[in-house]
Nanobody
């Protein structure tokens, strides 16, 4: 049973920073992708950043230069550093994972596993 749990969401001022973490349980594949997706008001869920076990990394255009995805240590599987936050970054951020996957330059991977989400509010 795979379990992903996000933490770190909060309310911050414009230009502020947050660090989101994702802990995982029961998820291990030789090749795998983990990533962050978000649901912002009035929009469909979209990919933010993804990383695979070979170190491949992908960012959405809006995330480039402001957000940084990295692998964690121990139970912390994934981290997303959010800097220079804007009001349009407000939304629910989800940790997601898929086995047998590599990050590539096309569309974001389609996850089989999702966390419950953590709320980020920028005002």
């Amino acid at each position: 049973h795979v379990q992903l749990v996000e933490s770190g969401g909060d309310t911050v001022e414009v230009g502020g920073s947050l660090r989101l973490s994702c802990t995982s349980r029961g998820f291990w594949y030789r090749s795998a992708c983990m990533g962050w997706f978000r649901q912002t008001p009035g929009k469909e869920r979209e990919g933010v950043a993804a990383i695979d076990n070979d170190g491949g990394i992908k960012y959405s255009e809006f995330a480039k230069g402001r957000f940084t995805v990295s692998k964690g240590g121990g139970r912390t599987a994934l981290i997303l550093q959010l800097d220079r936050l804007k009001p349009e970054d407000t939304g629910t951020y989800f940790c997601a994972a898929e086995g047998g996957c590599f990050v590539h330059s096309g569309d974001f991977f389609i996850p089989s596993y999702w966390g419950q989400g953590t709320q980020v509010t920028v005002s």
